[in-house]
């Protein structure tokens, strides 16, 4: 069974317009980058209206483009779909330029903006290595010639296995009692 649910923000009245073949569908958050994003601000706190359902892709396909013209998903401000729902899920690229997506993606909608420089959050502490030695940098830090980033490591050895040093006498004996053992054991 393919559903098109409409997605609406409890908070702030942003709709999303999304397909699932799920049978949970209620608890489907929707997959859309912008929708993603947005909820990871915002919060979960989402409804779910069931719109159409149907086995058969094909009318399916039909009701959702009518849809997406009808309430013009991709141009108006009060939905996050970055292109039409076709029922394809957007996991192909059309080739063609969107700039209606760089437009919902410019100043305040983009979560990076406002950030001090290029790097993302997961880049402002990094490991860097000279092959045997490693130093934690912070983002905007140089990284010293003939160091590259990244981390070696060091096997440990668990002290229990390091063992003690042995005296010849000791070794000796140990030697004196194998052969004496494969000797026995040869007899």
């Given at each position: 069974?393919?559903?098109?649910?409409?997605?609406?923000?409890?908070k702030t009245?942003?709709?999303?317009?999304?397909?699932?073949?799920?049978?949970d569908w209620?608890?489907?958050?929707?997959?859309?980058?912008y929708?993603?994003?947005?909820?990871?601000i915002?919060?979960?706190?989402?409804?779910?209206?069931?719109l159409?359902?149907?086995?058969n892709?094909?009318?399916?396909?039909?009701?959702?483009?009518?849809?997406?013209?009808?309430?013009?998903?991709?141009?108006?401000?009060?939905?996050?779909?970055?292109?039409?729902?076709?029922?394809?899920?957007?996991d192909?690229?059309?080739?063609?330029?969107r700039?209606k997506?760089?437009?919902?993606?410019?100043?305040?909608?983009?979560?990076?903006?406002?950030?001090?420089?290029s790097?993302?959050?997961?880049?402002?502490n990094?490991?860097?290595?000279?092959?045997?030695n490693?130093?934690?940098?912070?983002?905007n830090?140089?990284?010293?010639?003939?160091?590259y980033r990244?981390?070696?490591?060091k096997?440990?050895?668990?002290?229990?296995?390091k063992?003690?040093?042995?005296?010849?006498?000791?070794?000796?004996?140990?030697?004196e009692?194998?052969?004496?053992?494969?000797n026995?054991m040869?007899?």
């Open positions: 069974m393919i559903r098109l649910l409409l997605k609406i923000h409890n009245g942003l709709k999303y317009l999304c397909k699932s073949e799920r049978k209620m608890k489907y958050l929707g997959s859309g980058k929708w993603r994003r947005y909820l990871k915002y919060g979960k706190d989402i409804s779910t209206e069931l159409f359902e149907s086995e892709f094909e009318e399916f396909k039909k009701v959702a483009l009518k849809e997406s013209i009808k309430r013009n998903i991709v141009e108006s401000k009060e939905y996050a779909n970055l292109m039409i729902e076709d029922g394809s899920g957007g192909y690229w059309s080739g063609k330029k700039p997506h760089s437009e919902k993606m410019s100043d305040k909608n983009n979560p990076q903006y406002g950030k001090i420089g790097l993302s959050a997961s880049y402002k990094f490991w860097i290595t000279d092959g045997i490693n130093k934690k940098l912070k983002g830090d140089l990284i010293p010639i003939d160091w990244g981390r070696v490591f096997p440990r050895i668990n002290p229990t296995k063992g003690y040093k042995q005296s010849l006498e000791h070794i000796q004996r140990r030697i009692s194998r052969l004496k053992t494969l026995e040869r007899n």
